[in-house]
């Protein structure tokens, strides 16, 4: 059972250019999000979706575009990379909304994506 | 909007010793308090979840309890080891100003000492 896999791994991009993080889920989640982590600032999310066709933005979506065509899948974006954008990236998932009624809404993060922007 | 808030940023205990981290937040309308652990270049394993009907929940020598009165949650480790030296966050959030999703704190790094 893999869980949540992200790639790449590590990235360096030049400003202006373009790429996508790539993230999987094995475990017929349906709510995957994207977070970044930068140092004195926490986690925060970037987009959430609860479902294949359905995406919303969090609290720092500028720059980043996600869409979610099945349900193992959830790509995030970067349109045009800013230095700005340096950050770890983290793709996480869950059975459903994490702060819902369920019990079992434990929620499984990815390894990281280490991204540069210069 | 829900805030977070882990204090302290980090702290350095001797091997066996209990201790205790806290976690604060603004909203009481809170669904579930979640703790997770970070090592270094990794990503987050959550390690406890307390439903907000909950008061507090057990995992081995982890010990997690929820005051949504005062705003509070406390992660207590008992009899801590080298090996529990990791960034410890809380995360909250309710279904209305987080729309379900989790609001993190910045952690707490914790370093347990030979």
């Known amino acids: 059972n893999a869980g949540v896999t992200q790639t790449p791994k590590f990235q360096v991009l030049k400003t202006g250019q373009s790429m996508t993080l790539q993230c999987a889920q094995d475990?017929?989640?349906?709510?995957m999000s994207w977070y970044r982590q930068d140092p004195g600032m926490g986690l925060r999310l970037i987009h959430y979706?609860?479902?294949?066709?359905?995406?919303d933005q969090g609290e720092v979506p500028n720059g980043y575009n996600v869409s979610r065509s099945t349900t193992e899948d959830f790509p995030l974006r970067l349109l045009s990379a800013a230095p700005s954008q340096t950050s770890v990236y983290f793709c996480?998932?869950?059975?459903?909304?994490?702060?819902?009624?369920?019990?079992?809404?434990?929620?499984?993060f990815g390894e990281g994506s280490w991204l540069t922007v210069v | 909007k829900q805030e977070v808030t882990q204090i302290p940023a980090a702290l350095s205990v001797p091997e066996g010793e209990n201790l205790v981290l806290n976690c604060s937040f603004t909203d009481s309308a809170i669904y579930n308090l979640q703790w997770f652990r970070q090592d270094p270049g990794k990503g987050l394993t959550s390690l406890l979840l307390i439903q907000s009907s909950q008061r507090e929940q057990t995992s081995g020598r982890l010990n997690a309890s929820l005051d949504k009165s005062s705003g509070r949650s406390t992660l207590y480790i008992a009899a801590s080891q080298p090996g529990d030296s990791a960034t410890y966050l809380c995360?909250?959030?309710?279904?209305?100003?987080?729309?379900?999703?989790?609001?993190f704190g910045k952690g707490t790094k914790l370093s347990v000492k030979p």
């Open positions: 995360a909250g959030g309710d279904y209305g100003g987080s729309q379900g999703n989790l609001i």
């Open positions: 475990m017929n989640h349906e709510y």
């Open positions: 996480a998932s869950s059975y459903s909304r994490p702060t819902g009624l369920s019990s079992g809404n434990t929620i499984y």
């Open positions: 979706s609860v479902g294949a066709g359905i995406t």
